[in-house]
């Protein structure tokens, strides 16, 4: 079946350091692979999204690279500051119109100044 | 910018009662999907909804679960007699055509807590 695996939290990083955040998956097909963000009090928000192999997503500094031989897509960003503080969740759809959005965990990034 | 709207932020209720958590999904969207988060757990998928019936749900959503879309605009779950392991933040949300990549948008959520 479909499935999600993301590292564990949380990281807590000081302002300006270097982040990753891994994201495994199993997937029949190819699938879409996204991630979502969600700032304190708030919804889940689509940072960015990737669906095919090699592609790569970005958005507001952050990176994320669709790769099949790897079955990775890992959230990168060079300088991270106090507002990327969140919640961070992988996940991916196979590509059937409708289909549901399948999550990872979730890794809680804490940012300090 | 169109958006998610759910009702209410928080809910508490007793074991035993019925509760309805309503949606507002965006307007010309097509899918529309409730999850849970379990505090400390992961967004779990409960159910689809597409041209007016469902089109998949999980094994989460057992007869205690339903879905209504009553009128042009509200997209409601309805938990029938909540069990304190109900307790979670559910979210709603809702896609155009469900093509490859769609984005999903969600709501901010309802925190259901049942005591």
């Known amino acids: 079946g479909n499935s999600v695996t993301q590292m564990e939290g949380p990281v807590t990083l000081s302002e300006e350091a270097f982040l990753t955040i891994n994201c495994t998956y199993t997937a029949t097909g190819y699938p879409s692979l996204f991630w979502y963000v969600q700032y304190p009090g708030e919804g889940l928000q689509l940072l960015l999204k990737a669906t095919k192999a090699d592609d790569k997503g970005s958005n507001k500094g952050f990176e994320a690279t669709y790769r099949k031989e790897t079955t990775s897509f890992h959230l990168e960003k060079g300088s991270v500051q106090v507002s990327d503080s969140a919640v961070y969740f992988c996940?991916?759809?196979?590509?059937?119109?409708?289909?549901?959005?399948?999550f990872g965990k979730g890794t809680t990034l804490s940012v300090s100044s | 910018e169109p958006e998610v709207t759910q009702t209410p932020s928080h809910q508490v209720t007793q074991m035993g009662q019925e509760v309805i958590l309503r949606c507002v999904p965006i307007s010309n969207h097509l899918y529309f999907y409730w999850y849970r988060q379990i505090l400390g757990q992961k967004v779990e998928f409960l159910v689809s909804?597409?041209?007016?019936?469902?089109?998949?749900k999980s094994e989460i959503f057992d007869d205690q679960f339903s879905v209504e879309r009553p009128d042009g605009s509200n997209f409601t779950l309805k938990i029938r007699s909540t069990k304190l392991e109900d307790s979670a933040m559910y979210f709603c949300?809702?896609?155009?055509?469900?093509?490859?990549?769609?984005?999903?948008?969600f709501g901010q959520g309802t925190r259901l807590t049942v005591v």
């Open positions: 996940a991916l759809t196979p590509n059937q119109a409708g289909t549901a959005l399948i």
């Open positions: 949300a809702s896609t155009t055509n469900g093509g490859e990549g769609t984005e999903a948008f």
């Open positions: 909804f597409y041209n007016n019936e469902i089109s998949e």
